[in-house]
Every structure is written in C-alpha cells, then in structure tokens.
C-alpha cells in the first residue's frame, strides 16, 4: 500500500533522553552485585542490623571486661568473646546467606542476571564479596575492636608490643569464619533451589552433624572434633594464640583444624561456583 | 452441578492427604530423612566406644534432639508456608472452607511423618548402641515420648512463626528453636528442653517429667491457638 | 428487581497507607462485566474482596447476601481465577484441578470427572497428566482457569485470565466464557487487552486510583462523554456532496476529506447518521464504508482516564 503524498508525521519530545554517559565494563558488575547484596542484608532490621547490634553489645561488654582484666587474661577473654560473635553470624547465616540463591532460582532472578553482560563468575564473586562484607562486619570487626582496645589499655608501651601477635590472630581467625560463614551457607542455597530447604540444609549441618562429629571426637578420635567449625575456630585462636583453653575438654589440633576448615571451605567455594554456572547455563526459568 | 459444603473434617481429610502427596515429591522428605539418620550414624560411632554408658547415650541422644528441631520447621512449615505464605494461598483461600482447617490438616497428617522418622532414628540408634549405652526399653520409650512432644510442640511453634509471619515464618522458627529456645523459654518451656527432660542425664539430674509434659501441652496449645485466631486475618 | 449478585457498599480497601479502592459503591445483578482500569488502579483488589480473600478496611462486600471473607457457603458459589500464576509444580494439572474442586464442594467421586471436564474444556486434556511445573506460562493459565469452573461456581472472578495465552486458545476461552454466561452464571473479567473485553460482553466497570470512574453500558457511556465529539469515518463515491451535507449540520463541528474518504466529528452521532442517509436516499450517495473509530472500548478507556477527563458516567438502568 503506497503512502499517501500529503501524509503527516511527528514525533514529540517527551524528555527521554538515551544515556550518553560513561559506561563501566562488564567485569565490573560483581562489584554491582556485591554493593546489592550489602544493600538487601541493610535494608531491613532483622536480617543484618540485628546481628550487629549484638555484636555491638558484644564488644562493648568484652571491651569493659578488658579494661579491668589483667594483661595476662586479656588474650584468653579475646579468644573466648570471639566465640560469641558466631551467635549474629549464625542468625545472618539463617536470615540472609543460606537462602540467597535459592531466592534467586525461585523469583527468577537468574534471568535477569544472566540476560544481561552478566557471568556466572561474576555473579559468585559479587555473591561472595558482599556476604563476605556482611559476615565480617560481625566475626572480623568487633574481635579486631577488641584487640584494639586490648592494646590501647596496654600499661606500658612493650605491653602494646606484645598484643600485636593477638591482633595478628584475631584477624587471620575472623578473616577464616568469615569466609566460612559465608561459602558454605552459600553453597546450600545454590545446590537447592528452594529457600526453606536450603535453610534446613544449612541448619541441619552447622547445628546436629557438626555438633555430633565434635561430641564424637571428644570420645573416640580428637581431630574429628575439628569438623565442628566453633571447636576448629576455637582451636585456631587459642592455639595460634598460645593461650591456654579454659577447661581440660579434649580440643582439636592446629593442624586438624585448619585443614578441616580449609577443606570445607573450599569445597564449597567450588561446589557454589559450580552450581551458578550450571544454573546460568541451564534454563533460566519456566518456558514459555 | 451439585456441590456441597465441605464438613471440616472432609476438608482436612482432603488437604492432609494432598499436603502428605506433595511432602512424598519434595526433597523435604529427603533432606529430614538424611538428618533422622544423623544419630543412627552417632550410634554406630559410639557403638565401640569405652566411655561410661550414661555419657554415650547422652551424645547419642543430643543429636536426636538437636535433629528433632529442624525437621518440623523443614514438614510443617515448608508446607505451610507454601499454602499461605506464597501467592497460591489464593488457591484455598477462595474455597467453601475456614481456613483454620488449613492449619489443623497440616499439624494432624504431618506431625506423624515427623515423629515416625525421629521415632525409627531414636529406634535404630537405640538397637544398635544400647550395649555401649546401657539403655533399656524403657530408655526407648521415654525417649519415644520425648520425641512426640517435642515434634508437636516444635511443629506447633513453627505453625504459629508462619501464620504470624507468613514471608518468613520458617526462619523465625528456626532460629528460635535453634538459638533462643533455650535462653529465652525457660526451662521448662521450650521445645528442646522439653526433649532434654526425658534424657538419661536429665532424669538423672531429678527433672520432673510431668512438668516437661505439661510444658509440652501448654506450648502445643498456646501456639496453635494463635495461629488459629490468627489465620482469618492473614491477607 | 432481582437480587443483586455482587453489593459494594461504600467500601475502601487500604494496605496500610497505600489505599486499594475508595469509597466504592456498586451493585452487579448479573451478566459479563469488564473491569478495567490502568496498572494499579483497585481491580485485582475489587476482585479479592469480591472472592472473599480479603476484608474491607470500611464498608461492605456482599456476595449472594453474604460476607464472601466470612462465609463458606457464599465461596462455594464463587470461582476465583487470580492474577498471578504460581501454583503446585509437583502435583499434575488433574490432581490440582481435582484437588480444588474437592475443597469447592464437588463430591470426592465425582471430582476427577469434573476436574478432566474442565480440563478439556481448556485445552489441557492432552497434557494433565503432566505436572505443572513442566507447563508454560499458557498451559498453566489454562490450569488455573479449569480450577476456576471445575465446581460449576455461579460467579466467576476471573483476573487477567487470558494473560500468556496464545491467539487461539484465547478465542476459545472466550467463547467458552460466553457460553458459561449464557447459562446464566455471572462473570466478573478484567484485563488490558481491551478488544478482549469487548468480544465479551459491553457492560463495563472502570476503576481509577481506587473509584470507580465510570460503569454501565459502553455506548452510553461513550454518550456521556460529550466534550470528545464522535469521530465517523466514512468511504463514499460522492465525498464532497456528502461533506457539504455534514458541514451544514449543526452538531458536526469538524470535516475533513481526503480522496474518497471523510473524517467528520460530531456531538450527535445519532443525528449525524441521519444525515448520512438522507444523502444517500436524496443525492444517491454510495456509501461503501462506515465506521466510527473512536465508539468502541479503547476510546471511551482512553478518554475516561486521560488527564483532564475526571468526570463520573453512570447509567442507571
């Protein structure tokens, strides 16, 4: 059908105008996930603020147990206040990392991510570096708060010296649970798709397995207490800390710990990243 | 076509059965099977073990009890929540039903799969380490008895978390039951030392049993209660 | 006068300070009605409280005489199809469909023949046995509508029912929808695809930031909104014998020809058509084409929530 030769046309200007500013490249956008991830975990009271404020209370009441405890008890009240920072953590644990994927693969999240210049690698490293953020703020702060605190209370300038190596522990120990805390629980929640099971998963393992392994080793075989992520980071800060442990309780070893640490976390490291890329690959949600 | 009004016990006849159906699909059924056989597994690692009998148990036991905590929030409420926490509430609410059968067909046709799991664990891990744990029948049974309650009242507590937080129910339940259960209740009032009272280690410290009983009952009744009241004013 | 089906009274819906609809007030006595109304306008809402799903934070809903929230007997009457598709993936259509119109109140023996009816009535027959998380977007609103008229409900709530289906499946939905009408059952429909809702039924609701703008019959409301004259389209042998008729009336405020073709735009489309047949029966005017653009749906929705158009059409019976 020919146009007619007197047609009319128009286009109104309705104030839309494309973006001609700078663009970021695409390797970029894990640290766009990354800053989304802390973002969700802020915006509500319960999921992370909660946890804070208790490992807030946390510090400050193990700071005033510094002030008044002598220089020698100072290291061992670190090492045993940084075991209650694990209560927030597990709590964030429960509230936000172990059903963030599965949240994902239930909205359909995943189609829009991987519809955009998004890979799966940078989904898991934007995933990790904001969890990680997260669970840092509780495990690796207030334990480092501590040390400050141990140090700034120091009676003599030597004293201060000799809290270094402390700080030293608390942060390598709290750098360790917080890549725990974070890798595992995310990789429950990419191997199941749906949130409440991801969530027993989780729950089911930190809480009974682990807790039966520990019971366990205490009776039979010692290191096998190290598969309990508390005793293994216990194990780590008091014996990195060359600080005597309260009780006479059989408690893993250094090495046992640290591997079994190592072990778990990395292997959810890659079973988390392994599952992204196979969800990314795979359908991104129901057909149409 | 004649259609009739549903009787409430037809109702949760009909919605139990279906809720049990869709459980048998579910890999919930499997994720709580794999942790009713975490304190199988805690027997055979005790089954050789030279400790006295009372502490063997006690291990055994507390991975029973910290296993019976998460499996009714994994039934109960993942199903719940899937009914009235999700959009398909729509589904049943928009029936010739009160939606308190709901609730009640949940609790009476899910909480026996619950306690039929815990009960064959607590069994089989009772078999095979009563030697090294010097347990007898009447250790089973008690323990049996502790697994009833608490499957009811931990079931019944995560009914209530989900009615009352339909979105996030299940979190709140087990975080509770995992993390404050034990500060926070008392004693006698939550769910996991409602189990403890029928341990060995409990009976041995003089807990009163009838007082574990009726914290059970009060929980159980308390809980669904609300949850009851509650569940008409869920939009 | 008979007993109104649906009775609105005065009702407002709000989501804590978000507010669903205000100060509505409507009776439906039967028939198909289209709801309409742009993206968050209180349709789905109206639905919902019509269903019995929700309660009025004021007023009164009233469904065969009672509280639809509070009363089983009046939601076994009702068929509800939500907006949203989510549903049981692990369970087929058939025991889905089967399963819900057990709760409606079908006897347990009859269900399953009452879920495939309803099952094939939509298409599904072929793929029920299959579960639903199997399904497309289509196939599982085709499930969610069987759900719907399983138990033969009097009222049927449909909300966006033909969203994700495709063309032929909507024509039959459709007329499956008019025949389900004819049988006397009363439906409540809303979508966005206009022409969708005027293949069923002219009886129209529109709803606008949470009131209802305009109800009643299509063309008369078109009627009602006089400050947008009719627009007439009309293809004759004799355009300019015909315009100049047209332009000599008063009613008509605007002309245009073009080639054979003439655009007019009339206040009184009635008086208009008047003249366009005397031309014919005096000046033997041929007239091949006659049409009028804007007396259809899409028009009157346009006009009624367009800025600067705030204004109630009602027509009372």
């Given amino acids: ?288 | 076509m004649t259609t009739t009004m549903l009787d409430s016990r037809t109702a949760i006849d009909a919605i139990g059965r279906m809720s049990l159906t869709r459980l048998a699909r579910s890999k919930a059924l499997w994720i709580s099977a794999a942790l009713a056989a975490l304190p199988v597994l805690a027997a055979l690692l005790i089954s050789g073990s030279t400790k006295a009998p009372a502490t063997n148990w006690n291990m055994v036991h507390l991975t029973l009890r910290l296993t019976i905590l998460i499996i009714p929030p994994l039934i109960v409420g993942s199903s719940l929540a899937d009914d009235i926490g999700e959009k398909s509430a729509a589904y049943l609410w928009s029936r010739a039903l009160p939606r308190w059968v709901i609730v009640a067909a949940k609790v009476i046709y899910l909480v026996p799969v619950i306690f039929a799991l815990a009960a064959v664990s607590a069994t089989l891990a009772w078999v095979i380490a009563r030697d090294a744990a010097g347990v007898d029948v009447v250790d089973l049974g008690r323990t049996l008895v502790g697994i009833a309650a608490t499957s009811l009242a931990a079931s019944a507590l995560t009914v209530m978390a989900i009615v009352l937080a339909p979105r996030f129910g299940v979190v709140i339940a087990l975080c509770w039951l995992l993390t404050l259960d034990v500060a926070l209740g008392g004693r006698a009032m939550g769910a996991r030392v409602i189990a403890t009272s029928f341990s060995i280690a409990a009976l041995a410290e003089g807990r009163d049993v009838a007082v574990a009983l009726v914290s059970a009952a009060v929980i159980t009744i308390g809980c669904l209660a609300v949850a009851l009241k509650r569940i008409d004013r869920i939009e | ?317």
């Fill in chain 3, 1 to 317: 006068m008979t007993a109104p089906i649906v009775r609105v009274t005065r009702c407002s819906k709000w989501y804590g300070p978000v507010l669903g609809i205000s100060d509505i007030s409507w009776t439906l006595t039967g028939g198909v009605i289209g709801l309409l109304g742009p993206n968050g306008a209180g349709k789905s809402t109206l639905m919902k409280l019509a269903a019995g799903l929700i309660r009025p934070s004021r007023g009164t809903v009233e469904v065969f005489g009672q509280a639809p929230a509070d009363s089983p007997e009046a939601r076994r009457r009702i068929g509800y199809s939500p907006e949203h598709e989510s549903s049981y993936d692990d369970l087929t259509g058939r025991e889905f469909v089967r399963f819900l119109a057990h709760l409606a109140g079908v006897p347990k023996q009859d269900a399953d023949g009452a879920a495939v009816t309803a099952l094939d009535a939509m298409g599904m027959r072929g793929a029920m046995d299959r579960k639903i998380g199997g399904y497309s977007k289509g196939m599982r609103q085709r499930t969610k509508l069987a759900a719907t008229i399983a138990h033969d409900p009097d009222l049927l709530i449909l909300d966006e029912p033909l969203t994700g289906v495709d063309p032929i499946a909507r024509a039959e939905i459709i007329d499956r929808i008019r025949k389900i009408a004819a049988t006397g059952k009363c439906v409540i429909v809303s979508s966005h695809v206009l022409y969708e809702i005027e293949a069923l039924t002219q009886t129209i609701l529109v709803i606008y930031r949470g009131q209802v703008l305009a109800d009643g019959d299509l063309f008369a409301i078109r009627r009602l909104i006089d400050h947008r004259p009719h627009r007439i389209r009309i293809v004759c042998d004799q355009p300019r014998v015909l315009a100049a008729r047209l332009g000599a009336a008063a009613h008509v405020t605007k002309v245009e020809v073009e080639g054979t073709t003439i655009a007019a735009e009339t206040n009184n489309p009635d008086a208009c058509y008047d003249v366009i047949g005397e031309a014919v029966t005096d000046a033997g005017v041929k007239v091949e084409e006659l049409t009028s653009p804007d007396n259809n749906l899409g028009a009157v929705f346009e006009y009624l929530t367009s800025d600067g158009n705030r204004h109630r059409a009602r027509i009372t019976e």
């Fill in chain 1, 1 to 288: 059908m020919s146009q007619p030769t007197n047609s009319r046309g128009e286009i109104h200007d309705l104030g839309y105008a494309r973006y001609a500013g700078p663009r970021r490249p695409p390797s970029a956008s894990w640290q766009v996930i990354a800053r989304q991830q802390i973002a969700f975990a802020w915006a509500t009271w319960w999921r992370w603020k909660l946890a804070l404020g208790f490992a807030v209370v946390t510090t400050a009441i193990g700071a005033a147990i510094l002030y008044f405890v002598p220089g020698g008890g100072a290291d061992r009240t670190i090492a045993m206040t940084t075991a209650f920072y694990r209560l927030p953590a597990f709590i964030v644990t429960m509230t936000l990392t172990s059903t963030l994927v599965a949240r994902d693969v239930e909205t359909g999240a995943f189609g829009f991510y991987f519809s955009r210049p998004v890979r799966p690698i940078d989904y898991v490293l934007g995933k990790l570096v904001g969890n990680f953020g997260v669970m840092a703020s509780l495990l690796v702060a207030g334990p480092l708060l501590l040390s400050l605190v141990r140090m700034a209370v120091a009676e003599s300038w030597s004293a201060t010296q000799a809290a270094l190596p402390m700080m030293g522990v608390t942060l390598l120990v709290g750098v360790v649970a917080a890549l725990f805390f974070t890798a595992v629980p995310l990789a429950m929640s990419a191997l199941l798709g749906r949130r409440w099971l991801a969530l027993g998963l989780w729950a089911g393992y930190y809480v009974p397995l682990t807790t039966m392994l520990a019971v366990m080793g205490s009776l039979r075989w010692t290191p096998l207490m190290a598969a309990d992520p508390p005793h293994a980071l216990n194990a780590l800060a008091f014996r990195l800390g060359g600080i005597k442990f309260p009780s006479n309780d059989p408690h893993p070893s250094l090495e046992a710990s640290g591997i079994a640490l190592a072990v778990v976390t990395l292997a959810a490291l890659v079973a988390f990243a392994a599952m992204v890329m196979r969800r990314g690959s795979s359908s991104v949600g129901a057909s149409s």
